[in-house]
């Protein structure tokens, strides 16, 4: 458990832990893409087309929307072949717009296009069907049987991982705790309670366990040693998992420095090969959206600049990736364009916002230029939406962990914003809920979660009441 691939997630009041076997990692994450691939080829060469650089390319792009993976193999069928629809039609839609913008759709044959997009879903399905079968045989013929010592919340959720994950490999037989059933009841629940640690060794020993999972608290430095030496005379395998649960998690893992175990538990989603993805995937749609968006950019300009005196670009400081100060590009929507020490937030019929700020503002048209913030690297296009500087140095005091939302680059739309937290937050409350679905994002970033986020912004802005 405790590998580089080791990763949990908390989710607040569903407090939760999720862990990958390295294979099924692998198996996740290039799964999906792999097959998208083949698929493609496989059209190709039943319909008598040449696999020429133009399909090479697709297979490129398609590999990347979909990577790092798109399906759990621990997903229930209908959940699975739900998502398996969902995110191929985002992935479909996206190269169809790259494909019309670039005019590179006539290079491509129409009955090989139609027969990928047709199959591919199945394919998904199906494939994905097949590798749980083979790895729950193989997982259930050779499982591990482990027990864990520490009856307290993190033993808990690790508890509830095995049983409920039948991918986990491990049959958990029960705790070991000084405490009894009286006192860590109400943790543990119905779980099987084996005894204290005095009876450890020997019923390890007796039954062969093969992996002994410690969740004691760090602070119980004495008993930890005083078992390492009571179980030096087994062939179990010890894993001290430490109680990292005491505070938010974020892309927890552990990892290796010389040797040295590291465990992480504040970290960026976008580090190594998914930052380079997300970077790819920020200049490829910001690119094409500029080009679209184009003549549009041309009329909102004309329109500030004839509505009211002012310049038609208003720049405000906002914090960046990492809390740097960043300008972040908006049409003009105010008579006033603050950036000061204090900065009032827009209020329903404010009278700072023009007739046509209030147009742009309504239908989100006045957040276009900061396609061009994302070109420049200062903002991507989904992430956590950026606050003024005055409001960052409010609200941090305020709510907890509401500086981890800076560990990437803010976005122009993001998961709090298609969630109705859009809008004014006239109070803590707001905010604090709008902090949540933004660490959320971060916990649980994918290509395809960044897709499902630009097409439901689509769909919401131009009815969202929230904007004004």
Known sequence: MLTRAANWSWTGKTQGIRARIPLIGCIETALGPTLTVLTLVICAIW???????????????????????????SESRTH??????????????????????????????????????????????????????????????????????????????????????????????????????????????DLPMLGDLTHLADYVRANNIEQIYITLPMASQPRVIALLDALKDTTSSIFFVPDIFITDVIQGRVDMLEGIPVVAVCESPFAGVSGVVKRLEDLTLASIILLLISPLLLACAI?????????????????????????????????????????????????????????????SLDELPQFINVLQGRMSIVGPRPHAVAH?????????????????????TGFAQINGARGETDTVDKMERRIQLDLYYLRNWSLALDLKIILRTVGLVAKDSAAY
């Not at 319909?47 to 990347?64: E, K, N, P, R, T």
């Not at 907890?400 to 122009?412: E, F, S």
């Open 392 to 412: 960052n140095e409010q609200y941090r005091k305020l709510i907890k962990g509401y500086m981890v939302r800076h560990k990437v680059r803010p976005g122009i």
């Open 47 to 73: 319909l008598g087309v040449d696999f020429g650089l133009q399909y090479v390319l697709l297979s490129l792009l398609a590999f990347l929307l979909l990577f790092p993976g798109i399906l759990s193999l």
């Open 303 to 363: 329109a500030v600049r004839i509505s009211s005196p002012g310049p038609i670009i208003f720049r405000q400081r906002r914090y960046g990736l990492d809390g740097q100060e960043i300008y972040v590009y908006k049409f003009r929507s105010m008579t006033t364009t603050d950036d000061g020490a204090v900065v009032r937030q827009a209020t329903r019929n404010d009278a700072r916002v023009t007739r046509v700020g209030a147009f742009l503002r309504r239908t």
């Open 80 to 189: 699975m072949f739900g998502r398996s629809l969902s995110a191929w039609f985002a992935v479909c839609i996206s190269l169809y717009i790259f494909g019309y913008v670039s005019g590179t759709l006539r290079y491509y044959d129409s009955r090989v296009v139609l027969a990928w997009v047709v199959l591919t879903p199945v394919v998904l399905f199906a494939g994905h069907e097949l590798a749980r079968r083979i790895v729950y045989n193989v997982l259930s013929s050779s499982s591990r049987s482990a027990v864990i010592i520490g009856g307290n919340e993190t033993g808990s959720m690790l508890a509830g991982y095995f049983r409920g994950n039948h991918y986990s490999g491990i049959e958990f037989k029960g705790f070991f705790d000084d405490r009894g059933r009286d006192r860590i009841g109400q943790i543990v629940g």
